[in-house]
């Protein structure tokens, strides 16, 4: 068990519908990142935040967007749905001391299926 | 934008015998991390690689980052059927970390 919790675990919607993944990181962990993993692919790098601000972006579609909490957990929006967006979404948190980044720590994911 | 290359993208090995995977990267990193994910499985972190130069080792498994801080290497001595899996090196340059493609190990006892 990593400490990083993912809800729900498995999503089927429709194509065209918006759904809403989160994610709670480790305690203490103030810096959360999501990837999408599709079938036998690797990871892709969507965004990461750190302590409620965005800190860098990937290949995020503008149908997605996220966001930090006060609380620190993060929520992944995915909207105008389509076949292809089909896939694992990792959530990770990691802790920054000094700036310097510490390993990632993954969730056990979200698998989302688009019909 | 940074670019992580990893080969071979697959291997089956019998058990027993070495396995090797290659990560590049396009440009210099400020470290890199190896991850396993199991079949069904989350990412897991194995380790991280600082110096240029370094060499670590965890029981059979050694890794070693490239002099120019811009390659890296995960080794498996005598392979076993729980080394099964798939292997990602991540290369941080800034804040930014960028995994490989991975290399799906595949162990037939």
């Known amino acids: 068990d990593s400490g990083v919790t993912q809800t729900p675990k498995h999503l089927i919607t429709a194509t065209g519908q918006r759904v809403t993944l989160r994610c709670s990181p480790r305690?203490?962990?103030?810096?959360v990142y999501w990837y999408q993993q599709s079938l036998d692919q690797g990871l892709q790098f969507l965004i990461q935040?750190?302590?409620?601000?965005?800190?860098a972006k990937g290949n995020i579609l503008e149908r997605f967007s996220a966001q930090q909490f006060p609380d620190l957990h993060s929520e992944l929006n995915l909207s105008s749905l389509e076949l292809g967006d089909s896939a694992l979404y990792f959530c990770?948190?990691?802790?920054?001391?000094?700036?310097?980044?510490?390993?990632?720590?993954f969730g056990p994911g979200t698998r989302l299926t688009v019909l | 934008g940074q670019q992580v290359m990893q080969i071979p993208q697959y291997q089956h090995v019998q058990e027993g015998e070495d396995f090797t995977t290659y990560c590049n990267s396009s440009?210099?990193?400020?470290?890199i991390q190896w991850y396993k994910q199991r079949p069904g499985g989350h990412p897991v972190f194995l380790i991280q690689?600082?110096?240029?130069?370094e060499v670590k080792k965890q029981k059979r498994l050694t890794f070693q980052f490239g002099e120019a801080k811009k390659n890296s290497s995960l080794h498996i001595t005598a392979t076993q059927t729980t080394d099964v899996g798939t292997y990602f090196c991540?290369?941080?340059?800034?804040?930014?970390?960028?995994f490989g493609g991975g290399t799906r190990l595949m162990v037939k006892p």
């Open positions: 990770a948190s990691s802790a920054v001391t000094s700036g310097s980044y510490h390993e990632q720590f």
């Open positions: 305690s203490g962990d103030l810096s």
């Open positions: 935040y750190y302590n409620g601000e965005e800190r």
């Open positions: 440009t210099t990193l400020s470290n």
């Open positions: 690689l600082v110096k240029s130069g």
């Open positions: 991540a290369g941080r340059a800034g804040n930014m970390l960028t």
